[in-house]
């Protein structure tokens, strides 16, 4: 008897989850997330002993600025993109290469909810370990007394870090179905395309991810060189409904293809 | 799903939930200062309300015992009408007052001119012998009552105006003004509301930590405070912010400093304050006395910052004692 589709991804995502939390690829995502908890420490130790963390033109930054800097420089410029691409672009391709997309396959479930179950999986498995590790960089970081005054921000950027999480994930869920050496074009897309593209005039921009997310962005955004000056010329940021419209059918759309890449295709395993 | 999957997810959750809950408690309800951060300044800012546009401190006991100050005492005379309050409510402010913290609030449309009772505050810490001024205070035809569980102590003029009060908001810590300033001082406290929320004013008096008497706050408050007229106030540099801090010892150093609204601003005040202190170094020039003072002025800041200093060393009160010792043997 063939399950439904929700309730096969239900399945599947049960499965997946366990393998995905305590697979190797995890000790790699809590490396890349314990890197931002350190530093946030360290800025804490600096603020007990009467030091500061960062300047900008001779005058300390508050707590909030450095948060916004930790968020804007590590989280969503580095650690969500480079999560997505780990684990987006494995989500089949783990399958073929352990020779187990067979017994999957097999089972009498439509292929898209292996993908679909897969996919859920991933982004539970990321924000179990990614939204902590912002809330802990974030009490570190700021102090207590201006909790009130920006936790709203706070709650923006979580929100705002699920939603990279989901966007980037199913454009590297569609990757990993459709391409052969998913991984490569992946981290092309991430450390070669966006950047060159959100420097560049003109509406190529429109391709990344990066340009809605940045849109929504709730600090300002630190000057970190010629990237962000040139980018400060050049910025052409889309409303907030244009932006959370984008993202939304990047992440449909995307997650959509790839399961049908992976209903039609016919996947070889090398024996 | 396995045990220990199930266990990190709980673990994930509890730190999400509790980060959670921190925030929106903190949010809605405000949390104690002392609880897991430590905020700038003395702790009597838990009691300034949070819309305070001028906030004031002054360490009296470092100022009393300072050299400055025992250089002047001996110049004191006797004071009859000082001995007479010591007696009366039991306090020596040189021997009973730590610290004292003051601010300004203005009213909602920044003027605090028709409200004075609700405008100001005053903080003091030290020694007092509470139930010796509660006497005092009935004795004078004041009122003894309980607000939120701290003791209130007010007096109206004879004219019912102008309620004043003394609220014992701790053991070592009273608050003095207008009723409605005392009471809103003990709101701020209780409810964790208060100046310490502030952002910019808390990163202006984290700046001034060290020094043992300062005030900081809203330029616009004291330019309407002082209620200059509109051709004067069109006049003054557009200025968002100012602290001023100095510190006591032998001698007197300090430091003003201004944020103007845009860096052109700032950049005319400095262009103006560098011609005043030329022609203050010009007519301090013929004064030996006064050259050493003008020569500790220091015009800094960069960006939307100016900042004066001033270092008037113990050597300068030194030859001002001198001076008038040498004109009263004159005088003679």
């Known amino acids: 008897m063939s399950l439904g589709f929700w309730h096969a991804s239900r399945r599947v995502f049960d499965l997946s989850l366990g393998e995905m939390l305590w697979s190797r690829r995890t000790i790699f995502m809590a490396l890349v997330v314990g890197g931002p908890v350190l530093l946030a420490l360290i800025v804490r130790a600096l603020d007990v002993f009467g030091m500061t963390a960062l300047r900008v033109n001779g005058r300390a930054v508050g707590g909030i600025g450095v948060f916004g800097v930790i968020m804007w420089m590590l989280f969503l410029r580095f650690i969500v993109p480079v999560l997505a691409v780990f684990y987006g672009t494995a989500l089949m391709a783990d399958e073929v290469e352990d020779k187990t997309l067979t017994y999957l396959f097999t089972r009498p479930i439509a292929r898209g909810a292996v993908l679909v179950g897969k996919y859920l999986a991933y982004i539970t498995c990321t924000m179990l370990v990614v939204l902590p590790a912002v809330m802990l960089v974030y009490f570190l970081v700021v102090p207590l007394r201006e909790v009130p005054g920006t936790f709203g921000s706070l709650i923006t950027d979580l929100g705002l870090l699920a939603l990279g999480l989901a966007v980037y994930g199913a454009v590297f869920a569609f990757v990993g179905a459709f391409f052969k050496r998913p991984l490569v074009i992946g981290l092309v897309f991430t450390f070669g395309w966006e950047p060159t593209v959100m420097v560049l005039p003109g509406y190529l921009k429109q391709f990344t991810v990066a340009h809605y997310l940045q849109a929504l962005v709730p600090h300002a955004m630190p000057s970190d060189g010629i990237t962000s000056l040139l980018q400060g010329f050049l910025r052409d940021t889309p409303s907030m409904g244009v932006a959370l419209f984008w993202l939304t059918v990047y992440a449909v759309g995307f997650l959509w293809l790839a399961t049908r890449v992976v209903e039609r295709r016919e996947y070889i395993l090398e024996q | ?332």
Request: negative net charge; glycine residues 10%; proline residues 4%.
């Open chain 2, 1 to 332: 799903m396995s045990k220990k999957t199930r266990y990190f997810v709980l673990v994930s959750g509890a730190i999400l939930t509790l980060g959670l809950g921190t925030g929106l408690v903190a949010s809605y309800m405000g949390l104690p200062v002392s609880l897991l951060s430590s905020a700038a300044g003395p702790n009597e800012l838990q009691y300034v309300p949070q819309d305070a546009a001028v906030v004031a401190y002054a360490n009296v006991r470092e100022v009393m015992n300072s050299e400055f100050r025992q250089r002047f005492r001996a110049m004191e005379p006797p004071s009859a009408e000082r001995d007479e309050f010591e007696q009366k409510t039991g306090l020596k402010i040189d021997r009973d007052i730590d610290s004292v913290v003051a601010a300004f609030m203005p009213g909602p449309d920044g003027l605090a001119g028709d409200n004075p009772e609700r405008s100001g505050v005053v903080l003091a810490r030290g020694r007092f012998q509470a139930a010796q001024l509660e006497v005092l205070a009935l004795q004078h035809g004041g009122v003894a009552e309980d607000y939120k569980g701290k003791r209130l102590l007010t007096h109206l003029e004879r004219d019912n105006s102008h309620p004043m009060a003394v609220g014992f908001v701790e053991s070592d810590l009273v608050a003095l003004g207008g009723i409605a300033a005392v009471k809103r001082a003990i709101d701020a406290g209780a409810d964790n509301r208060n100046v310490v929320s502030n952002n910019e004013m808390m990163r202006l008096v984290a700046e001034l930590d060290s020094s043992n008497a300062w005030a900081v706050g809203r330029f616009d408050a004291l330019a309407n405070r002082a209620k200059l007229p509109s051709e004067v106030q069109a006049q003054l540099p557009p200025l968002s912010w100012f602290s001023a801090a100095g510190h006591v010892n032998g001698g007197v150093s300090g430091v003003f400093k201004a944020e103007a609204l845009d860096e052109a601003s700032a950049q005319n005040l400095r262009d103006v304050l560098r011609g005043f202190l030329a022609m203050a170094k010009l007519q301090a020039g013929s004064r030996p006395g006064m050259q050493q003072m003008v020569d500790s002025l220091q015009l800094s800041g960069e960006g939307k910052v100016v900042a004066m200093s001033f270092n008037i060393p113990s050597e300068f009160f030194d030859a001002l004692e001198a001076l008038a010792k040498q004109k009263q043997l004159n005088g003679r």
